[in-house]
């Protein structure tokens, strides 16, 4: 059986993870078929939107601690921290479906998203210091998305939580039942694709990079991505579609 699963419906692609028997652990092989998934939909232009899922009850359950805790383990292709980077790199815009539990190295997988939607019953949960290690790689994902107070509680008591306290502390989106998780990750990737590909594309490049600036040059870059949006393309048929009330064509 395949790691990683990989299906299409218009520009939208599902990536599951699909070692059930593994707990969808990071291992050296899901995490390498995972990026050459990721490598694929990031390669293709006519690719919108990306969905990361899972089957079974787990939607990762972080590393592979057997592999971590043998003399022998296999050469990893691709590293944890490549697999991270890649998401905030990629000009797609990547969507998370948690139909499960999500812990450890997981946590760090659900906040990679751009957008997250949870299972609100999924156990959520920084259970590292529980195995004798820190959350040290998913720090750098997480910790952007919460409250200081709320990181130090998570992350030093090891506690679980549900996937309502998760929405809560800004790690996902949302945490809905189990039963609209699909309607609701339809909506958003509906709302997504209204909205024009180089558009989303610059507007992750502003989520990731300004927060790092100071104001000055937060503002000369921001005013010469805008000048160089509106001479686009894209831009001209975006205000051509308003102005004529209908929908832009790649809207279609």
Request: hydrophobic fraction near 45%.
């Amino acid at each position: 059986m395949a790691l990683v699963e990989t299906t299409r419906q218009g520009g939208v692609v599902t990536v599951t993870l699909a070692d059930e028997d593994n707990r969808n652990a990071l291992s050296a092989a899901l995490v390498g078929d995972l990026v050459e998934a990721l490598d694929a939909a990031d390669g293709d232009p006519t690719v919108r939107v990306v969905v990361l899922t899972n089957r079974g009850g787990v939607f990762c359950a972080g590393a592979d601690l057997s592999e971590r805790s043998s003399d022998g383990k296999p050469a990893a292709r691709v590293d944890a921290a490549d697999l991270f980077q890649r998401f905030r790199r990629s000009p797609k815009v990547y969507v998370g479906r948690i139909a499960g539990h999500c812990v450890a190295g997981g946590m760090g997988l659900a906040a990679a998203m751009d957008l997250a939607v949870a299972d609100k019953e999924a156990k959520f949960g920084f259970t590292e210091v529980r195995r004798g290690v820190a959350p040290a790689m998913i720090s750098v994902l997480c910790l952007p998305k919460m409250r200081p107070a709320d990181a130090a509680e998570a992350m030093l008591l090891g506690n679980r939580m549900t996937g309502t306290d998760a929405a809560r502390l800004g790690l996902v989106n949302r945490a809905v039942p189990a039963a609209e998780l699909d309607t609701t990750v339809d909506g958003l990737v509906a709302d997504l694709l209204a909205g024009g590909p180089e558009a989303l594309a610059a507007t992750k490049q502003l989520l990731v990079r300004v927060p790092g600036m100071s104001v000055d040059e937060a503002f000369d870059w921001t005013a010469r991505l805008s000048a160089e949006l509106f001479r686009g393309d894209e831009a001209k048929e975006g205000m051509r579609a308003f102005l004529e009330k209908r929908p832009p064509n790649w809207a279609g």
